[in-house]
Nanobody, 125 residues
Framework: QVQLVESGGGLVQPGGSLRLSCAAS????????MGWFRQAPGKEREFVGG???????SYADSVKGRFTISRDNAKSTVSLHMNSLKTEDTAVYYC???????????????????WGRGTQVTVSS
């Protein structure tokens, strides 16, 4: 059973930066594509970005150019670096793992097999 634990959330002013981390345990990390999703109050969970097993990355248009995802297979971690944060980035951020082929990276939440409890990111002045 894979366990994912997010960390690094908090309160930041508009224009600021945060780095979220996700630590995985209980499985072979390199066998999973990793995605970051977020959910704001009253809204559906949405894809933020992800990294495939072969380090192909993909981002939602709303964060492209501001957010960067990286993975470290040796440490079984995936990070989300968030710059130029906006108030609309406020949400609970979830790390999710998808046991899939090496070149696949899904943007669909229901295709992921594991997810963490989330970490709150609040962007406010």
């Amino acid at each position: 059973q894979v366990q994912l634990v997010e960390s690094g959330g908090g309160l930041v002013q508009p224009g600021g930066s945060l780095r979220l981390s996700c630590a995985a345990s209980g499985g072979t990390f390199m066998n999973y594509a990793m995605g970051w999703f977020r959910q704001a109050p009253g809204k559906e969970r949405e894809f933020v970005g992800g990294v495939s097993r072969t380090t192909i990355t993909s981002y939602a248009d709303s964060v492209k150019g501001r957010f960067t995802i990286s993975r470290d297979n040796a440490k079984s971690t995936v990070s989300l670096h968030m710059n130029s944060l906006k108030t609309e980035d406020t949400a609970v951020y979830y790390c999710e793992g998808d046991r899939t082929g090496p070149w696949t990276l899904s943007r669909k939440d229901y295709e992921y097999d594991y997810w963490g409890r989330g970490t709150q990111v609040t962007v406010s002045s």
